[in-house]
């Protein structure tokens, strides 16, 4: 809490009723990006694997092959600037979570595994800064199991990886984006409110064929998902241009 220019190496929490890694933000002390560095960290059967809580003195930390594995929540984020490289929220109940807070989300994930969590994989929910995940894994076990979830949140961007889960969108979700994926199975779909919020380009499957969700443009997917019909008024001349 409050501390900034640390290390922290291979800590395996275990069975914690509460956190096995809590991150509180404490009084800043500057320069930015002069937070904590994680490395090899492991928590097992804890309510909640890992938690940062909004504040600035909580941002810009980092996590390198940081693991969650039997947890209730296995990683919740609610400061800004966190980035994760490799590691693991596997077999939890609630895999990856960003919440909303005080200058919430505008982090990434690098390589990092969202795999058979029971309840959810990863949730965006109140995150309106926008993340970024880059080459992420994200396996379900059934179609409604698992779930990519996208609620009240902005600019959720999954770049790459290999995705089979079902995606949600729901809330007040806009202008989010999955693009050059590998869609190896069955089970990711896309449902929800929102559905027509979120922007797929260039997703393939193993064959090498195109995903049948991808988007020719992003006008197509407004009109192809959204909920009513979209029609012109009568008179009105459409314009189409490919600038």
């Known amino acids: 809490k409050g501390c900034n220019r640390y290390k922290v190496y291979n800590v395996l929490a275990a069975n914690m009723y509460g956190w096995g890694i809590k991150i509180d933000p404490g009084t800043y002390v ?4 002069d937070q904590g560095k994680f490395f090899g960290c492991t928590s097992y059967n804890c309510y909640y694997g890992l938690e940062g809580t909004p504040g600035t003195g909580a941002e810009f930390c980092e996590f390198h092959g940081y693991t969650s594995v039997l947890c209730t929540y296995g990683t919740v984020v609610e400061a800004g600037n966190w980035q994760f490289l490799g590691g693991h929220d596997v077999q939890n109940v609630n895999g990856f979570t960003l919440l909303g807070g005080s200058n919430n989300s505008h982090g990434m994930c690098v390589g990092r595994a969202f795999n058979h969590n029971s309840s959810y994989n990863f949730r965006a929910n109140g995150a309106t800064n926008g993340w970024v995940n ?3 894994n994200a396996y379900a076990d059934s179609l409604i199991l698992g779930y990519i979830w996208i609620t009240d949140s902005t600019g959720i961007t999954w770049i790459g990886g290999n995705v089979d889960s079902p995606i949600l969108m729901d809330g ?5 984006k999955l693009s050059n994926a590998n869609i190896p199975g069955t089970y990711t779909t896309i449902s929800g409110a929102r559905a027509q919020y979120l922007q797929v380009e260039n997703c393939y499957t193993p064959s090498g064929g195109q995903w049948s969700y991808n988007d020719p443009a992003f006008c197509y997917v407004l009109a192809n998902r959204a909920s009513s019909t979209q029609t012109a008024a009568g008179g009105a001349t459409i314009v189409f241009n490919n600038a």
Do not use: R
């Open 134 to 136: 880059v080459g992420c």
């Open 30 to 33: 500057a320069p930015y990006a």
């Open 172 to 176: 007040t979700s806009t202008y989010c």
